[in-house]
């Protein structure tokens, strides 16, 4: 009569195979979330060397390789600055996607389409800004059933509020019973003070029981989180942290 594996656990190998040496065959599962990327700007290059006012754009295949470690598959299109081309690119995707984020356009300058766009088509906006950095102009909506995610275009940016708030969104929608990132209480080393008056989400790095913050770069740069193994997490409420705080981390693993 024990339990062998509790409801909303993740059936990773060491899962697959505790059920298969009980006879377990055979089990209910949530089905995965169909997933869609839309990369939205003019700024891209398509391949090569960018031209004056084009980049490398990053966001797709960062976005692909994230939702792939949680075994989500995503479609990625791009579309440029333009508003009616938007307006059919979410009418097409909700069609057949239960969830689309989008990166890039999300603020409230004249080339941030995306709010718009999506008022166009009588999406329910749920909350638009977040008083956090990175990621203050983020956005989160509905269309229809399809639940829409709107990030910013830098890439630090999208990168922290995948993991912040997208993916345990996807984890709770697949049954996860444990959807957030793993988190923990840690010491900070050395004395840390910050500005502003949003939170914060900070590359860090766990060693021997402390957290060390690594630079604070800007939301266009991925450096510090490419090699970091965790995020803290700093408050609104609190601007100064001496050696031996505690401070809040949730774990990239």
């Excluded at 081309?85 to 999300?106: C, E, F, M, P, Y």
């Excluded at 029981?209 to 991925?222: F, P, W």
């Amino acid at each position: 009569g024990e339990v062998a594996l509790p409801a909303g656990s993740m059936l990773n190998a060491a899962a697959i195979g505790l059920l298969a040496s009980v006879g377990v065959a055979q089990v209910a599962v949530a089905k995965r979330p169909r997933v869609a990327l839309l990369i939205s700007g003019d700024e891209f290059a398509d391949g090569g060397t960018p031209g004056p006012g084009k980049i490398f754009g990053s966001n797709a295949m960062m976005l692909e390789a994230a939702l792939g470690e949680a075994a989500i598959a995503a479609r990625a299109v791009h579309v440029g600055d333009d508003h009616q081309a938007l307006v059919s690119a979410w009418n097409a995707l909700q069609r057949d996607h239960d969830v689309i984020i989008s990166t890039g356009g999300v603020s409230v300058g004249d080339h941030d389409l995306i709010p718009p766009s999506l008022a166009a088509i009588g999406a329910d906006i749920r909350f638009h800004g977040v008083m956090q950095k990175p990621g203050k102009p983020m956005l989160f909506g509905l269309l229809g059933g399809t639940a829409v995610f709107g990030l910013p275009g830098n890439p630090r940016a999208v990168m922290v509020l995948f993991l912040e708030y997208v993916l345990p969104f996807l984890r709770a929608r697949q049954g996860c019973a444990a959807p957030w990132m793993r988190s923990d209480l840690l010491p900070i080393a050395g004395n840390v003070e910050v500005k502003g008056s949003r939170a914060e989400f900070r590359a860090a790095r766990v060693f021997k029981g402390c957290v060390q913050l690594l630079a604070d770069e800007g939301s266009h740069m991925l450096r510090t989180l490419a090699v970091a193994n965790a995020i803290a997490f700093l408050p609104m409420d609190q601007r100064q942290w001496h050696h031996g705080d505690h401070v809040e981390v949730h774990y990239l693993d």
